[in-house]
């Protein structure tokens, strides 16, 4: 089992930066997929950007070249730098991991980009 805490959320204006954190309650050494997913109002949840143990990322076409994921394996942190940011980026980020099988999901934090 691990617990994911998101933090660095908040309100921006189009075209800011926000840099969200994710904190792991156990070491990310070995956790191979971690990623970030998004959930605006009355949508369904999106995968936004994942990253492996390898530091091999992936992202969804609508991010590409604003946000970056990575990894801190010291601190058990994943990242996600959002630069350019738009209004239509307004969401729930949720941080995500895969381990034997289960999904394990933070709590969420709250971004919103005004126009």
């Known amino acids: 089992q691990v617990q994911l805490v998101e933090s660095g959320g908040g309100l921006v204006q189009a075209g800011g930066s926000l840099r969200l954190s994710c904190a792991a309650s156990k070491s990310i050494f070995s956790i191979n997929a971690m990623g970030w997913y998004r959930q605006a109002p009355g949508n369904q949840r999106w995968l936004v950007a994942t990253?492996?143990?390898?530091?091999?990322?992936n992202y969804a076409d609508s991010v590409k070249g604003r946000f970056t994921i990575s990894r801190d394996n010291t601190k058990n942190t994943v990242y996600l730098q959002m630069n350019s940011l738009k209004p239509e980026d307004t969401a729930v980020y949720y941080c995500?991991?895969?381990?034997?099988?289960?999904?394990?999901w933070g709590q969420g934090t709250q971004v919103t980009v005004s126009s």
């Open positions: 990253i492996t143990s390898g530091g091999t990322t």
């Open positions: 995500y991991t895969l381990i034997g099988g289960y999904d394990y």
